[in-house]
Nanobody, 119 residues
Framework: QVQLVESGGGLVQAGGSLRLSCAAS????????TGWFRQAPGKEREYLAD????????YASDSVKGRFTISRDNAKNTVYLEMNSLKPEDTAVYYC????????????WGQGTQVTVSS
């Protein structure tokens, strides 16, 4: 089993920055990659970015490319999401998720952290 805990959310003014953290524990050696998602009230969950645990290869949605950056610290079993130039429409609950080797989808999720961007 893998456990994920997000942190770093909060209230920020438009144009500001936040860094979210996703700390993994348990059988972390089984993790192939970790992704960040968000869900705003009344909207579907949205993919933001993901990073491969071993290679570091990373991908980001066009909607956040250039503003959000995903990174990892393997020694700390932690994945980060650096968010800059935040907009009110970035307000959402942000989740990290892990996809294990051999799995085709993300099946381990954190509890989420709230990000609120005020105008």
């Amino acid at each position: 089993q893998v456990q994920l805990v997000e942190s770093g959310g909060g209230l920020v003014q438009a144009g500001g920055s936040l860094r979210l953290s996703c700390a993994a524990s348990g059988r972390t050696f089984n993790i192939y990659n970790t992704g960040w998602f968000r869900q705003a009230p009344g909207k579907e969950r949205e993919y933001l970015a993901d990073i491969a645990w071993s290679s570091g290869n990373r991908y980001a949605s066009d909607s956040v490319k250039g503003r959000f950056t995903i990174s990892r610290d393997n020694a700390k079993n932690t994945v980060y999401l650096e968010m800059n130039s935040l907009k009110p429409e970035d307000t959402a609950v942000y989740y990290c998720a892990a996809r294990l080797f051999g799995m085709s989808q993300y099946d381990h999720w954190g509890q989420g952290t709230q990000v609120t961007v005020s105008s």
